[in-house]
Each structure stands twice: as structure tokens, then as C-alpha cells.
Nanobody, 114 residues
């Protein structure tokens, strides 16, 4: 089993930046990718970005250039740097990790509002 703990969410003003992180623990040796999804109120969960152990990244087209995903493989931690935030980025951001299974964190709320 893999446990995921997210941190760093909160309230930020439009145009601001925020970094959220997620650390995996437990049976982490087979994890080959980690990433982020988000779910806004009344909407379906959508991919934000993910990154493999080899450092290959993948982004939602609409977020390229504003969001940056990175990872620390030694600490099994993934980060999401979010810049130029907009009110429509308000959502619960969920971390995931993949080996032969898919594991999810409980989510961290990001609110973009003045």
C-alpha cells in the first residue's frame, strides 16, 4: 500500500503563486509516476500534470506555461508550482501515484480569490 499526503493548499489572490506538494510513503519502490488532478465545484476531476521517474512530464494543454511539476525521487515527493493563478483554478487538488495500482491522496484545497 501507498499513502499520499498533500500539503500547501490555501487562499491566494488572482495573479499570485502557490506551490503544493505530495509525499508518498509505504510500499513506494514500484512507483513509476506521480501527478496531480483537480476537481472544481460542480465539475469532473481533470488531469493537471504528471511526471515519471525518468522526469518525463505531461501537462493539461490549458495549463502549460503556468503550472510546473517537479519531483524529488529520493523523497518520493512531487511538487506543483502554480503561477499566474486565476479564480477558475480554484479546486481541490489531488495527488496520485501509480505502480500496478493507482493511489490517491485526500486532496488539498486551493482557492483563488480576492
Amino acid at each position: 500500500q501507498v499513502q499520499l499526503v498533500e500539503s500547501g493548499g490555501g487562499l491566494v489572490q488572482p495573479g499570485g503563486s502557490l506551490r503544493i506538494s505530495c509525499t508518498a510513503s509505504g510500499s513506494i519502490f514500484s512507483i513509476y509516476a506521480m501527478g496531480w488532478y483537480r476537481q472544481a465545484p460542480g465539475k469532473e476531476r481533470e488531469l493537471v500534470a504528471d511526471i515519471t521517474n525518468a522526469g518525463v512530464t505531461n501537462y493539461a494543454d490549458s495549463l502549460k506555461g503556468r503550472f510546473i511539476i517537479s519531483s524529488d525521487n529520493a523523497r518520493k515527493t512531487v511538487y506543483l508550482q502554480m503561477n499566474s493563478l486565476k479564480p477558475e483554478d480554484t479546486a481541490v487538488y489531488y495527488c496520485y501515484a501509480a505502480d500496478q495500482h493507482l493511489y490517491w491522496g485526500e486532496g488539498t484545497l486551493v482557492t483563488v480569490s480576492s
